[in-house]
């Protein structure tokens, strides 16, 4: 059975062999007849208008060498010629490709009049002819025919938003907004020709979809179109009028609001230029703003400003005037006598015609138009002529007076500026001599020159005529009187040989309006009266000072100083007395003198012409050398309202404090130091508290500062302090100190270190001052030097020297004769009480602090002369210098 199965099989797969091999000679015989296939194979071929096709024929033949005249024709049976050589090609052709084996047809741009059939026709072996066709459909696609992408419609304007399509078959079109479609309700209608929108608005702006569809053909195209919304410009109004000053720079700002933003542009209506191309003109487009630089008298003209955007222009206008600034063109000085009318005309220039008002040179208030309430002698008119832009301001002053005569302004105003100008009133007036009347009279003494000096006011200038005893000077051709004119002054300059001469001279002033006299005295002086009185008012062991009261004088006939004598009671002689002299103004003090030792006084006055009688006797004794006096703090209190009646001293710092004190006076010993002791503290129930464990305490030296350090801010310190010599303590000083509240008040400055040139002085001193020791060695003990030869030069007539002894110095204790010729000075008496040698003071001194010492107890005959001195007071400082002699009891 299975070799049954076997036979049949292979039975049935030989007919499969026999049956696949008639079938591959029937597909052979088929592909073998010859055709034509035109690609794509479509027979129908459905393109739109406006795009380019391609058909291709193709024989498929066994052997395509057989293939000849293979064409195209169109739809009329015409044959389709290739392109021809060259850059342009038709709108219909054909071209060979494949190597020559097909033929393609070439639509450059299709056009609806290009539908129809086309033809693919060969030969194949010359006399099989083979034909193909293939129709070709047109159809216009989507086209946006006015569909601008931007579209800028109108504010408030009924708009439509164009969106026109062709397309063949026809087109439906709809509208979407923000994905949301639009229907033809309210403010919005859907046309042909677009969207419709009504009455547009800002809130219309946004992207709109024009969608447009050809259901036949299933195409479907959008056009998106941007809306903006503009808004026409409108120009804020300009002032009608807009001031510029001639010469200055001018800018106005046009403002305008418009969408999209307006740019500007000027406009010289007068000429109609544009003002951005003017000289002098420049113009911000963007922010419309118009500078005018230096501006002219041609610059006056109307200008317009104009806003411009798409959706339109706005305009205003305004006219620029140029204002000329004022100029005073006319302003003549004036000479008016005295109670005539004075007329000051004063002329101006300018654009508006100027405002004209005057005043007084140096004051604030102006005269107003019309009589003035203050004084009704003083009329201001004004007169304006508006075309020519002249202003004339008249001034009058009736009833003229001196006090009217200087100078004035002339003011002129507009709203360009103002201009000021400076005139003189001369008021003429007849010679007075109110200036003379308060003078004292003339003094003159020993038949010295005197002079009188007359001079008068007066303008114009006066002539000037002495007269003494109703006669001319000039008629009594006497020698001791003679005139010399200086100009405006005359002087009588007279030598009174006898007493006939004192005596009233007349001065005698004339000019055109009239003449005035002034009557001089001419009087002998004399030396002042005695001294009434002289008091001791501060009594110590080396000084006094005292009240002295002043004789009567004369007017015109001061006193120039005072002088005293002093001597020990038990000196009967006054010529060995010592002597001094003050300035008036200074303060009375006689130093150097003994402790413990009676003195005689006696006072006299001087003027210029000498010295008066010694007058005033005073007798007064010194006490014995004690503790000097209390120190006098520098410093001034004031009232502190949170401490009750108690003065304070108040401190710019916060942490310190400089402490300053007055040298007290000695009292016979020298101070050698001061003690100051300071502690914080505050009140409690009205009582003052001390923190003792926190006092300070500090001696110190020869000085008469101290600064308080590490102090606490917003606090209160007791400052006790007390001065020190050889007896002992004074009695102290107190001060009550608060200090600043945690912020010093002055700024803190530290002390400047010694520039080069003051180290430089400084060394130079030090040399000099050891050059004139040497040398004062050498004097003392050789007779030779500088001061030897000066000593020698010095020798007098022994009737000098007398009259020098007669009188002694301020300083004769200190520097006699002998110290010259070479002899020593002697020893100080010792003192009643065993006391230490005197310390001597170094630093600031007062300018008679080397006069405390006492007097010498037995002078010689040398030591007894005195150099006579002068102390002058300026009212900060006391100046001693030497002095001419006075001699024993004179008067002179």
């Avoid at 219909?92 to 609806?112: D, M, V």
């Avoid at 047109?138 to 504010?155: E, F, M, S």
């Avoid at 951005?276 to 610059?299: E, K």
Wanted: a negative charge; one cysteine or more.
């Amino acid at each position: 059975m299975a070799a049954q199965f076997a036979k049949s099989g292979h039975a049935a797969v030989l007919m499969l062999l026999v049956w696949i091999t008639l079938l591959g000679t029937a597909s052979s015989q088929r592909q073998k007849q010859p055709s034509l296939q035109i690609l794509p194979a479509s027979s129908v071929q459905r393109k739109p208008v406006g795009h380019s096709l391609l058909l291709t024929c193709r024989p498929d033949v066994p052997d395509t060498n057989l293939i000849s005249d293979l064409r195209w024709n169109d739809n009329r049976n015409m044959t389709i010629l290739p392109k021809p050589t060259g850059p342009s090609s038709p709108m219909i052709y054909t071209e060979s490709i494949a190597g020559g084996s097909a033929l393609a047809l070439i639509f450059n741009s299709l056009q609806e009049s290009m539908a129809g059939t086309y033809f693919c026709a060969a030969s194949y072996s010359v006399t099989e002819k083979l034909n193909a066709a293939v129709v070709v459909e047109t159809y216009v696609a989507i086209t946006w025919k006015d569909a601008p992408t931007d579209q800028r419609p109108l504010l408030g304007s009924d708009y439509i938003v164009r969106c026109e399509v062709t397309a063949n078959p026809p087109a439906t079109v709809d509208w979407l907004r923000n994905g949301d479609q639009i229907k033809s309700s309210g403010r919005y209608v859907i046309e042909n020709r677009g969207l419709l929108i009504k009455n547009i608005t800002e809130a219309d702006d946004g992207q709109y979809t024009c969608r447009a569809a050809v259901m036949s053909t299933g195409e479907l195209k959008n056009r998106e179109i941007r809306v903006e919304v503009q808004i026409m410009p409108e120009v804020q109004q300009l002032p009608l009028v807009m001031d510029a000053v001639e010469g200055q720079s001018f800018s106005v700002m046009c403002n305008a609001t418009g969408k999209p933003v307006p740019e500007f542009q000027w406009i010289k209506r007068g000429t109609q230029q544009d003002a951005a191309g003017l000289d002098r003109f420049s113009v911000n487009a963007i922010t419309g703003q118009l500078d005018i630089s230096n501006v002219q008298q041609q610059d006056h003209d109307s200008y317009a400003c104009i806003a411009r955007n798409p959706a339109g222009q706005s305009e205003s206008v305004a006219k620029l005037n140029v204002l000329i600034r004022p100029k005073i063109i006319e302003f003549i000085n004036i000479t008016v006598s005295e109670d005539e009318e004075a007329v000051f005309v004063c002329r101006a220039f300018g654009r508006p015609a100027p405002e004209i008002t005057f005043r007084r040179y140096g004051s604030v208030e102006e005269y107003s138009i019309g009589l003035q309430v203050s004084d009704d002698r003083i009329i201001l008119e004004q007169s304006t002529d508006d075309e020519k832009g002249e202003t004339a301001g008249t001034l009058r002053i009736s009833k003229l007076a001196t006090t009217d005569d200087g100078l004035y302004e002339c003011i002129a105003r507009n709203r360009g500026d103002v201009a000021f100008k400076v005139g003189h009133i001369t008021v003429e007036y007849r010679p007075i001599f109110d200036h003379m009347k308060a003078l004292p009279p003339v003094y003159t003494w020993e038949e010295r020159p005197a002079n009188l000096s007359c001079f008068a006011q007066a303008i114009p200038n006066a002539t000037i005529e002495w007269r003494w005893n109703d006669r001319r000077v000039q008629d009594f051709k006497d020698l001791n009187m003679h005139i010399e004119d200086h100009g405006l002054r005359s002087d009588l300059i007279i030598t009174p040989r006898d007493r006939r001469y004192f005596s009233a001279y007349k001065c005698v002033a004339r000019n055109k309006l009239g003449s005035a006299e002034h009557v001089m005295e001419l009087r002998e002086a004399r030396i002042p009266d005695m001294v009434p009185q002289a008091k001791p008012r501060i009594v110590s062991a080396t000084s006094i000072t005292f009240d002295i009261m002043a004789p009567p004088v004369e007017p015109g006939l001061p006193l120039t100083a005072f002088s005293v004598q002093w001597k020990e009671q038990i000196q009967p002689d006054w010529n060995f007395a010592s002597n001094r002299t003050w300035s008036p103004d200074s303060p009375y003090i006689v130093e150097g003198l003994r402790p413990q030792t009676a003195y005689s006084f006696r006072f006299a006055a001087r003027n210029v012409v000498g010295l008066g009688q010694w007058s005033a006797y005073v007798e007064q004794s010194t006490p014995r050398r004690s503790e000097p006096e209390t120190p006098r703090i520098l410093h001034t209190p004031i009232q502190d309202e949170e401490e009750g009646n108690d003065p304070i001293v108040t401190s710019p710092y916060a942490d310190h404090f400089d402490m300053r004190w007055s040298i007290p006076v000695d009292n016979g010993e020298p101070i050698d130091m001061y003690r100051i002791k300071y502690c914080p503290g505050t009140k409690v129930n009205g009582y003052w508290t001390e923190m003792e464990e926190h006092c300070i305490e500090q001696d110190i030296a020869r000085m008469t500062n101290y600064e308080m350090r590490n102090l606490q801010a917003d606090t209160y310190y007791r400052i006790e302090l007390t001065a020190h010599n050889a007896i002992g303590f004074s009695k102290a000083a107190h001060v009550l100190m608060k200090t600043a509240r945690g912020i010093d008040v002055v700024l803190r400055v530290d002390s400047p270190t010694l520039s080069s040139a003051a180290v430089i002085g400084i060394v130079t001193g030090s040399v000099l001052l050891l050059l004139l020791i040497a040398d004062l060695l050498c004097c003392a003990f050789g007779n030779l030097g500088i001061f030897a030869t000066l000593c020698r030069k010095t020798k007098r007539s022994p009737s000098d020297l007398d009259d020098e002894a007669k009188l002694g110095s301020l300083y004769g204790w200190r520097f006699p004769l002998p110290y010259c010729s070479g002899s020593l000075i002697k020893e100080r008496p010792p003192s009643p009480l065993p006391l230490p040698p005197p310390i001597v003071k170094l630093g600031a001194t007062t300018p008679l602090e080397d006069e405390k010492q006492p007097l010498n107890t037995q002078p010689d005959a040398a030591s007894a002369v005195k150099v006579n001195s002068s102390v002058e007071y300026d009212g900060r400082v006391v100046h001693s210098r030497s002095g001419e002699i006075i001699g024993k009891n004179s008067a002179v």
